[in-house]
């Protein structure tokens, strides 16, 4: 072995001997050649500004929406009520198909919030759970929807539970994402594979026909959609909203 290993070393020394000195674009070339490609993760929230938003049905973000340190969030002590018109859930301007969604939610103590995808929005619905999947934002600890299975955070609401709890206590930030690729869905919640589904299969409808979903036809249909925020009328935070498209 000792043998084998001087061979090899003395073989690449005369190679590099016998090679010509590189020019220094030649090197800066090379170390673009070996450099990690750049992942192509787009910002849904700039943190500053509601650019890519509006309000589901159309019309600008309500009010009760607010920006503050870079984060997005309910402002839902200051609001009438649930989906009010100074609130309501909000919705991207684009529509995604197949995509890696990323993003950072924190929720007050016994609040219920969702993050809403493949959501199409039309006159004929009013709202977007009437046609989005939904993965479920809560505290577990204190909402009165955790007492129901598939109602608890990170599940997909009434449809599929988590495989395993992960969800971190209210007031705490927890990492979340949500995949679509030719149908097959996955739901990551602080870095663990908790949901895994294939989507639009006869067993996907048999999921939704034994769900609250069940007499809405438009549920679970659309490939292709936006994504929702929901005003549940309590406070909740987002932050760090980036995709990728698959």
């Known amino acids: 072995m000792k043998k084998s290993y001087l061979v090899m070393w003395a073989a690449a020394g005369l190679l590099a001997a016998c090679s010509s000195p590189k020019t220094e674009e030649a090197a800066a070339t090379d170390t673009l050649a070996v450099a990690a490609p750049v992942e192509e993760w787009t910002p849904l929230f700039d943190g500053q500004t509601f650019n890519g938003w509006s309000k589901y049905g159309g019309g600008e973000v309500g009010k009760a929406w607010k920006i503050e340190n870079g984060e997005l969030y309910l402002d839902a002590a200051n609001k009438a009520g649930w989906q009010t018109g100074d609130g309501g859930d909000i919705v991207t301007n684009e529509e995604f198909e197949n995509f890696h969604f990323k993003y950072e939610w924190k929720i007050a103590p016994n609040g ?28 577990n600890a204190g909402h009165p929807d955790a007492k129901i299975l598939s109602h608890r955070a990170g599940d997909l609401y009434d449809l599929i539970v988590s495989s395993q709890e992960t969800v971190k206590p209210a007031g705490e930030w927890n990492q979340a994402e949500i995949i679509i690729n030719q149908g097959k869905l996955d739901f990551f919640l602080n870095g663990v594979n908790i949901v895994s589904t294939q989507l639009f299969t006869p067993e996907w409808e048999a999921l939704i026909a034994k769900s609250k979903f069940k007499d809405m036809p438009g549920f679970g249909k659309y490939k292709k959609g936006k994504i929702a925020l929901q005003d549940h009328g309590d406070v909740v935070h987002y932050r760090n909203l980036v995709i990728k498209k698959l």
Do not use: K
């Open 112 to 139: 219920n919030s969702g993050v809403i995808f493949l959501v199409h929005e039309s006159p004929d619905f009013q709202y977007p759970w009437q046609t989005g999947p939904e993965m479920q934002v809560l505290d």
